[in-house]
């Protein structure tokens, strides 16, 4: 066999081994294994969101944040320990990243009815999908069957998460490396919709004078943010409709009334203006679009067949 066909069958082998490790998440998985999985889990993220509307963003949140860093394996919920470096206490997580707690009731649930089954990382995804709809967000079939690592990364969780101050380039860079594309980027960046952002990550675009954001939304901004202390003070990304997930995330940003400056990049003259146009016009559209990218984020390297583990709990290796 020459170079050029062993080269082929090489990629020919590991295309089907990629197919393979997709394949084995499914919507199913728990059919049999633990067939109130999932309504176990949703009674429970209703609760907490219940009890805190803000909670659903920071679910959404959490679990992006893992799928960025190693895969979606819930090494974000690691606590520091023997060979463990904890991601969450990474500068984009540490002090703003929660649920965690949230996440570790879901679970304990989960346990009472089907001890060991049911992943840490399974339960971040369907979390997500549960607070979306609890805020009156799209659902989507939630893929199953990930195994949770026994690693985290805090290195990683540094360089590969986007930060409040990337540029447009930068987080098409940052989201394409994860194989998410620039449509992929603008929906997922429209969770923003719900949620709340600290005083410190917004305090410079506010004071800035700059021509990309509103002189009256930044002085409203000011009110809850000063120009020194109170780094901690929080404000809703989306004022008018802070508890509800629609479309005027990206009517704010046409507005220039994007509160982080990675908000107001995805509209300011580049590459993606005319798809947060078409998201601001179609809330059917945004909602369709975010669910696909919900589902395609949590594609990314999931450890599946014998691959990991299932924690017992998600704070720990068993």
Not at 80 to 109: H, L, M, Q, W, Y
Request: charged share 20%.
């Amino acid at each position: 066999m020459n170079s050029v066909n062993i080269y082929a069958a090489v990629a020919a082998i590991f295309f089907l081994l990629m197919i393979s490790c997709q394949a084995q998440l499914s919507s199913t998985f728990y059919d049999t294994t633990c067939p109130n999985a999932l309504s176990t889990i949703r009674t429970s993220i209703r609760q907490a969101v219940s009890n805190e509307r803000r909670m659903a963003a920071s679910l959404i949140r959490l679990h992006f944040h893992d799928c960025f860093v190693q895969g979606c394996d819930a090494s974000i919920l690691l606590d520091d320990a023997t060979g463990i470096t904890s991601e969450k206490t990474a500068g984009p997580n540490s002090g703003s990243v929660r649920g965690f707690e949230v996440i570790d009731a879901a679970k304990s649930a989960v346990e009472n009815i089907c001890p060991g089954v049911v992943s840490c990382a399974d339960i971040l995804a369907v979390a997500a999908r549960d607070s979306s709809v609890a805020v009156g967000g799209p659902s989507w079939t939630v893929k199953l069957g990930r195994r949770d690592s026994t690693t985290a990364t805090r290195s990683l969780a540094e360089s590969n998460l986007p930060s409040f101050r990337d540029s447009l380039d930068t987080l098409k860079s940052t989201f394409s490396g994860k194989g998410l594309n620039e449509r992929d980027m603008v929906a997922l960046s429209g969770a923003h919709t719900i949620g709340q952002a600290q005083c410190r990550v917004f305090r410079d675009r506010i004071y800035s004078n700059g021509t990309d954001i509103d002189a009256a939304f930044a002085s409203t901004r000011q009110r809850q943010c000063p120009r020194s202390g109170n780094d901690g003070n929080l404000s809703p990304l989306d004022l008018e409709t802070p508890n509800s997930f629609d479309n005027n995330y990206y009517k704010n940003l046409i507005q220039r009334r994007g509160l982080l400056e990675s908000d107001q990049v995805l509209f300011g003259g580049g590459s993606t203006d005319t798809i947060v146009t078409q998201y601001s016009n179609n809330p059917r559209t945004f909602s369709s679009d975010f669910a696909a990218a919900m589902i395609k984020m949590g594609d990314i390297e999931p450890l599946t067949g014998q691959n990991g583990i299932i924690r017992r709990i998600c704070s720990a290796v068993n």
